[in-house]
């Protein structure tokens, strides 16, 4: 592949998905990526600043820190591959980050967020960090889905909904009860009403 394929095929991957999901909204998609990317700069800056605790004789920054460039790279490498265009294979993982499920880069980022900051607590490993780990929870609130409309939702909350096994209406009328916290709190002493703690 020549250098100005590379380039081509990199310029145009942040604008479309190699899977279509519609259902996802453009501000979380585009704030996710964003989110990554400087949080993948400044884990990356940071990390370099903790690396310098080995000259303190702390260890424990000095793994934290190279951890934090780790991730800061691994977070990079899949928002913005266009960072490391002269590295051969970073194009083929960010296509196969981008054909996984929402869930699975929601996972890795709050995982790979976490051991920096417990190794060496500071501002550094915390902003730096705590970038790629808001960055897993866009993602991670992105693998919910879109929210269902607000005729949906009341159509599941009415008493007359569907149920989802059968397909008939429920008539059940204990399916709209709720107990009763007062009967529960004092454990139906003295005062429970007739029905078994349960309101309508």
Known sequence: MSFSERLAGLMARPGQDNVPRDDVPWHLKY??????????FFA??????????????????????ILEILAGFVVL???????????DHVQQVAEKADQRPYWNRAALYCVIAIPPVVLCLGLGSLFGCGLIFVTGMIYGMMSL??????????????????SPVQGVPSTDQHSTLMEDPDSVICGNAGGSSGNGGLVR
């Open 44 to 65: 990356i800056l940071f990390g370099l600043y903790n690396c310098i605790g080995i000259l303190l004789g702390d260890v424990g920054c000095l793994v934290g820190g």
């Open 77 to 87: 490498a899949i928002e913005a591959p266009c960072c490391f265009i002269f590295i």
């Open 145 to 162: 889905g879109k929210k269902g409309t607000r005729e949906d939702m009341a159509a599941m909350a009415s008493p007359n909904a569907m």
């Open 31 to 40: 704030g996710g990526r964003a989110v990554g990317i400087v949080g993948g």
